[in-house]
């Protein structure tokens, strides 16, 4: 399939996955970019997802980084779940803070893929790393568009 097609399959199964995807959007995010393998959401830190510590709580920076690595996985039409995943927290995310994780297919083979998410604040050109995800995926054997 040439890639302009692969991009469109990937663009609409980030809307068909969007649309139904409450969590993502109850947190605010937003899908900057989507392409076959690779997807690049963003959020803002809000007041309730800062903990004691007065920093952003690492299960909202790893949900980010989870969603990207779902649309990233997502974008070839076949139902595909995280099998896994292994975060490093880098530096801390502050109140304010905009964070952009940016997930980007490594390998897929058979049903299994894995992925690569780094999370930043601000963009991924001129911001500083805040976290690193390695995702596992494995796929259904459905489609995911109705």
Known sequence: MPETDRDE???RCAEEMWSSDRASQHLGMRILEVSAGRAVLSM???DVMVNGHDICHGGYIATLADS????????YDEV???SGFD???LTPAHLGDELCAVAAE????GRSG????TVWRGQPDDGERVAELRGRSR???RPLLR
């Not at 894995?114 to 998410?117: A, E, L, N």
């Open 68 to 75: 990207a690595f779902a649309f990233a996985c997502n974008s």
């Open 106 to 109: 490594r390998t897929r083979a």
């Open 9 to 11: 399959l990937a663009r």
């Open 114 to 117: 894995i992925y690569d998410v």
């Open 139 to 141: 796929s259904l054997g």
């Open 80 to 82: 595909t779940v995280a």
């Open 44 to 46: 803002a830190i809000t």
């Open 87 to 89: 975060i490093a927290f």
